[in-house]
């Protein structure tokens, strides 16, 4: 199986604008996630997909691979998506990778390891798509909106997505463990085009999370936990912690000549 990873990215977002390009340890948060990304021996392409040029000029300066998609996308599914029919249209060959894995370009932190998490059930089986989760051991995490937590089945399939803490704790006061979902997601090459084929659905537009729309259309996604520390950049103070992280990172040391480069 050909696999591509794909890291969708753009500066105007709504939360953190210019993020991919905020400095973390000297390198744009952007090239954290690419470089990480291409550690991973899963892949054989890593790009990232933007619609601003500054980010190209960036990724291309570092050696890497970037593809410009529109900047009219709502989802970071349906950029994703754009990317691997351009690539594909670029090489000339429809059906050039079986699996596709969005990469989110506001976690600098990536392992490599977890990326091979996110792609193994999609090489045995039936899976069409496949993401990480991550649990939330403190009340403050679980509350925060930024979080989106997911409730899933025995079976370990998703239920529901939301940004408000769930399950709730209304009639329950024992423990009770969240998990939230994390930014990386393996689609088969169908099914990431399925994606963009439906139509967006109530819950994914109310809670601005791209997954739901497959749950109302009865799409199955494989949720496995992580055990490897997952922080994703939402905010400056995010910057704040994530950068002092960086500091002692030791896949940071591999890379760190990256620095002057671009």
Do not use: W
Request: aromatic share 6%; hydrophobic share 40%.
């Amino acid at each position: 199986m050909k696999i591509l990873g794909v890291i969708p990215a753009r500066m105007a977002a709504t939360r953190f604008p210019n993020k991919p390009m905020a400095m973390i340890g000297g390198m744009p948060m952007i090239g954290h996630c690419y470089i990480r990304s291409r550690m991973c021996d899963f892949f054989d392409e890593v790009c990232v997909a933007t619609c601003d040029q500054v980010i190209v000029d960036y990724i291309e300066g570092i050696g890497g691979k970037a593809i410009m998609t529109s900047d009219k996308h709502e989802r970071a599914s349906e950029r994703a998506a754009e990317a691997l029919l351009n690539i594909e249209k670029e090489l000339s060959e429809e059906g050039a990778y079986d699996i596709i894995v969005m990469i989110q370009g506001d976690e600098p932190l990536v392992d490599p390891g977890m990326i091979r998490e996110v792609i193994e059930p999609l090489l045995t089986g039936d899976k069409k798509v496949s993401n990480l989760m991550a649990y939330l051991p403190t009340e403050q995490e679980r509350q925060n909106p930024n979080n989106v937590k997911v409730a899933y089945s025995i079976s370990g399939k998703a239920l529901y997505m939301s940004r408000e803490p769930i399950p709730s704790s209304k009639k329950f006061k024992g423990d009770i463990r969240s998990c939230r979902q994390l930014g990386l997601i393996a689609f088969t090459r169908d099914a990431l085009l399925n994606f963009i084929s439906l139509p967006a659905t109530p819950l994914e537009i109310i809670e601005s999370v791209d997954m739901n729309r497959f749950i109302e259309h009865g799409i199955a996604i494989h949720m496995r936990e992580t055990m490897f520390e997952a922080d994703s950049v939402d905010t400056q103070e995010d910057l704040l912690r994530v950068s002092e992280k960086m500091k002692s990172d030791k896949l940071f040391e591999k890379y760190k000549r990256f620095i002057n480069e671009g």
